[in-house]
Structures are given as structure tokens and as C-alpha cells.
């Protein structure tokens, strides 16, 4: 099962856009990349997920190179309420399996 | 649309006591899943049920700790009896298996404490 590696922590200002990467050297053929966002005292929230190449969505855009040996997570004009924990997550996606393994985040704070 | 929603939100209780876990996943999603973070750890995936089977339950710690997804709509998790290292957030998820990506949607948690 593919493990990633991630910053242990960002900060950024209100407006700017954040980049968060992840490497994913042991991704499998199989394997979707998948973010979510944790606020304190909430489950994980999903962001966004792709396989290959770019998906944008309405809060973020996911950035997967050819290898997909690492992801990019961008976050257009940050706000205050971004402040919270990113996990970038490989799935095995095997039959009805799909166990997610979770890494430490990567905790975001925004400064005004 | 109801999300995952999960009972209790916090439950403290003594070491060697039964603590009972529910959670109840979106309407009409077959896939449900625990996992459990310990405190200063990583989110760890617990087991994986689809509808009422039992898919994998590879990461369950121990055999004190007991899953069940009768009828295939909610599920519990008990911890009987309970130790202190089980001190932790347990989260649910569930999902509705595709042909391609699969989103899982999280509950907010339960936060056991073991005095």
C-alpha cells in the first residue's frame, strides 16, 4: 500500500493561492489520489480526488504528473477559513476494497 | 441530503468497562468504514463492511473490539473491555462503490476516553 510524504506545515496569507505537495513514489496502477481537509473536532472532509493529469473542481484544483509520483493540491485565494489539516491519501483500489492510508497532513494556517 | 452522522460525539469511561459506537452512513451507501486515531498518531484504518459483510478487518487491534452492520444499514463498533490505549477519535465513513473513483464521506467522529 502506498504511503506519501508531505510538509508538515504551510502558512500563507488571505488571497494568496496555496500549492501543497505530495509524493507518492510507491503509487500503484490501481491507486486514485485522493485530499481532504480536517478541521479541529471534525471528521475529514473530501476535496477533491484524480487519477492522472489536472481536475478542477469549486474549491480547488489537483495537479498529477505523468508519473504520478507526486500530486499538487492548489487552493485559489486562500481564506482565514482554510485554516486547517491537508491529507493527500493513495487508495488501493481493488475489487470492493478501498482502504485509505492516512499520513500526518500537512496543517495550513492563514494569517490576514 | 443527511450525511454520516455518528453517537455518541464524546464518552468517557473506566478501564475495563463496554463502550458501544454507532454510526450511521449516507442512505444507500454500501460501503462503510471505521477508523480510529489515537492521540499524537495517524488516522488508522479499522475495518471496511459492505452492506452487512465484513470486507476487511485487517487493521482491527484486537479482539476486544467488535464490529456489526446488521441488515446492512448502520453500524456499531464495541470496545469490550475497554483499556486505556483505546483512548482516541473512531470515524466512520461510507461510500457507494462506482466503476471507477470513490469518494468517502466522513462522519465528525466519536471521542472515547479510557480513565
Known amino acids: 500500500l502506498a504511503k506519501t510524504t508531505q510538509p508538515i506545515s504551510m502558512d500563507s496569507y488571505e488571497g494568496q493561492e496555496v500549492n501543497i505537495t505530495c509524493s507518492h513514489n510507491?503509487?500503484?496502477?490501481?491507486?486514485?489520489i485522493t485530499w481532504y481537509q480536517q478541521f479541529p473536532s471534525q471528521g475529514p472532509r473530501f476535496i477533491i480526488q484524480?487519477?492522472?493529469?489536472?481536475v478542477t473542481n469549486e474549491v480547488a484544483s489537483l495537479f498529477i504528473p505523468a508519473d504520478r509520483k507526486s500530486s499538487t493540491l492548489s487552493l485559489p485565494r486562500v481564506s482565514l477559513s482554510d485554516t486547517a489539516v491537508y491529507y493527500c491519501?493513495?487508495?488501493?483500489?481493488?475489487?470492493?476494497?478501498?482502504?485509505?492510508?492516512w499520513g500526518a497532513g500537512t496543517k495550513l494556517i492563514i494569517k490576514p | 441530503e443527511a450525511g454520516v452522522t455518528q453517537f455518541p460525539s464524546h464518552s468517557v469511561i473506566e478501564k475495563g468497562q463496554t463502550v458501544t459506537l454507532r454510526c450511521d452512513p449516507i442512505?444507500?451507501?454500501?460501503?462503510l468504514y471505521w477508523y480510529r486515531r489515537v492521540m499524537g498518531k495517524e488516522i488508522k484504518f479499522l475495518l471496511h463492511?459492505?452492506?452487512?459483510?465484513?470486507?476487511?478487518e485487517s487493521g482491527m487491534p484486537n479482539n476486544r473490539f467488535l464490529a456489526e452492520r446488521t441488515g446492512g444499514t448502520y453500524s456499531t463498533l464495541k470496545v469490550q473491555p475497554a483499556e486505556l490505549e483505546d483512548s482516541g477519535v473512531y470515524f466512520c465513513?461510507?461510500?457507494?462503490?462506482?466503476?471507477?473513483?470513490?469518494?468517502?464521506?466522513f462522519g465528525p467522529g466519536t471521542r472515547l476516553l479510557v480513565l
Open positions: 442512505s444507500g451507501h454500501d460501503n
Open positions: 491519501l493513495v487508495g488501493l483500489k481493488g475489487g470492493s476494497n478501498y482502504q485509505l492510508i
Open positions: 463492511f459492505v452492506k452487512e459483510s465484513k470486507q476487511d
Open positions: 484524480g487519477y492522472k493529469t489536472k
Open positions: 465513513a461510507s461510500s457507494q462503490p462506482g466503476t471507477g473513483q470513490e469518494t468517502q464521506y
Open positions: 510507491n503509487i500503484a496502477t490501481n491507486d486514485y
